[in-house]
């Protein structure tokens, strides 16, 4: 493919990522009013979001795999008509089981949008020159990140939440066209197909079990109650059914065992686990951090967040540049890594007292690390995987990081929840002996998350005081999983970028006499 015909498909599977990714940063600032609207309660709440994650995690792999079976340009359309139907029975959803429910639907396509837009990319582009188009991949990123937020407050103040939903469709409409129109790729016919649903089945509920686990331990149940007890034990058991099927019994499992024995792959797997846990574990508080602890709003919070894509942005254009161009790429992976590690530990000193240029600092510090890295990454497995495991390779790099995401989310969730409510506790209770007028205002005080603007002044320096404590906490708790995604990067073997699509050794087999 030509420069010019790489750059037309290209606009429509950017269109397709950016729909995905606004599906999720569009509703968080809606979800008070949704769950007030419908008449939700607190687990509602968190099943709004688990409920996506959960499906878009679970299925990752699974279109990964039909990527290498399928024609993947009617894969990609597919995604994009399921995230369609979801995104339109939430937007009329009467109740919270009927959201909650095409939330689910809604994942599916995201997961599938998740794992093939970077499939077909390394499908028309050689590793060598996909540099010089994953600036583009960052700045739709961006784009999504920063206006996600700031669309849905502005929608749900003027035309109403359920606009959140429908805001997308007309996007993916467009995408699907384009893709349509733009995207020509070769359709490889395998008459052995042979679709592995045991080992599907296995591994959506094995980690859909472990997934409920951490996203309800310490909401709705205890840690270390019967509950989590039993949810923990049938994760393990399925989890280890799913592994003996793809190991001994199915035919073309879903995701091949024997792509581990492959170094880069099996590190890469390594570091993104633990890339998700810090990344999506620490920063998914920091708008929680800027309402809370600096009594910022929803739009204000969101706005903030352009300091960390800015460096993002940055660092993914000119390290995919110069990568293209040099064929070298390791040593933006380990500096990548040195400045996430840079990022999260300046983070780990803020409390409600740091001024917000230096949170600003730090951010952009984090941003520029996670740009170098988080695309190189995927990078370093798609040059060394071959061509017909393209689609498998890459979507387990995007699962396993997706799995860390969503266990540190939980995990963290769970560190800021029991810091604050004790910060809280205590400092309430110093307030009241210090200040016995005040004991009515302090009983009113409600759990969950407060508004902290409408609270008298002391009562609201305690609050913001806990937020801002407990902030700087959880990146303390999320630094030595980025030390580990490090050690992981430094044992990958540095492998010059091939300049084709193809492995050697597979355009060696192809143009022997035998083929």
């Known amino acids: 493919m030509t420069h010019r015909q790489v750059l037309e498909a290209l606009s429509g599977l950017l269109l397709a990522m950016f729909v995905a990714m606004l599906s999720s940063t569009i509703v968080s600032n809606a979800l008070p009013t949704i769950v007030d609207d419908l008449q939700g309660s607190q687990t509602g709440y968190t099943w709004i979001v688990v409920a996506t994650m959960l499906a878009m995690t679970a299925t990752t792999p699974i279109w990964g795999k039909f990527a290498d079976l399928f024609d993947k340009k009617l894969l990609v359309q597919t995604a994009l008509v399921i995230f369609s139907v979801g995104s339109l029975i939430a937007g009329f959803a009467p109740s919270m089981e009927v959201l909650i429910g095409a939330r689910v639907v809604q994942g599916l396509g995201v997961g599938g949008l998740t794992a093939l837009v970077q499939v077909v990319i390394a499908t028309m582009v050689s590793p060598r020159e996909r540099g010089r188009y994953s600036g583009y991949i960052g700045a739709v990123f961006a784009l999504a990140t920063v206006s996600g937020p700031l669309v849905g407050g502005v929608l749900v103040d003027t035309v109403g939440w359920r606009w959140c939903f429908f805001a997308g469709l007309p996007v993916a409409a467009l995408a699907f066209v384009v893709l349509q129109k733009t995207l ?58 799913a592994i003996h099927v793809e190991a001994n019994v199915a035919k073309d499992p879903v995701i091949p065992l024997r792509l581990f024995k492959d170094r880069t792959l099996t590190l890469a797997t ?212 980025a030390v580990g995604a490090l050690i992981a990067v430094l044992f990958i073997k540095e492998v010059p970028l091939r300049t084709s699509v193809k492995r050697e050794d597979e355009l060696m087999a192809e143009n022997s006499p035998q083929a």
């Open 270 to 481: 390594v570091a993104s686990v633990l890339i998700g846990v810090a990344m999506f574990g620490s920063t998914v508080y920091l708008s929680l951090y800027f309402q809370q602890a600096k009594d910022m709003s929803p739009t204000e919070a969101g706005l903030m967040s352009i300091c960390m894509v800015g460096g993002l942005l940055v660092s993914s254009i000119l390290s995919g540049r110069i990568i293209s161009a040099t064929g070298v790429w390791k040593r933006w992976l380990v500096g990548g890594m040195v400045a996430v590690i840079a990022g999260i530990a300046l983070l780990s000193t803020i409390d409600a007292g740091t001024p917000l240029w230096h949170t600003g600092i730090f951010m952009a510090v984090l941003g520029l690390g996670l740009g170098a890295t988080m695309q190189n990454l995927v990078l370093a497995v798609q040059n060394t995987i071959a061509l017909a495991d393209m689609g498998a390779g890459s979507s387990v790099v995007a699962f396993f990081r997706s799995l860390g995401g969503s266990v540190g989310i939980a995990a963290l969730g769970a560190v800021l929840a029991h810091q604050v409510a004790d910060a809280v506790k205590a400092g309430l209770g110093k307030l009241v002996a210090a200040n016995p007028e005040l004991a009515d205002q302090v009983a009113h005080q409600k759990g969950g998350v407060p508004d902290v603007s409408t609270m008298p002044a002391p009562i609201r320096a305690i609050f913001e005081s806990a937020y801002g404590d407990a902030t700087g906490h959880i990146f303390l708790v999320a630094l030595p999983f």
């Open 184 to 241: 020509r790729l070769p359709v490889v016919k395998r008459d052995d197909v042979s679709i592995d649903y045991l080992g599907a089945f296995l591994l959506v509920g094995g980690v859909s079990i472990l997934l409920v686990w951490v996203s309800l331990g310490g909401i709705n149940f205890e840690w270390t109650s019967w509950t989590s007890g039993l949810l923990v034990a049938a994760a393990v058991a399925v989890i280890a059914a």
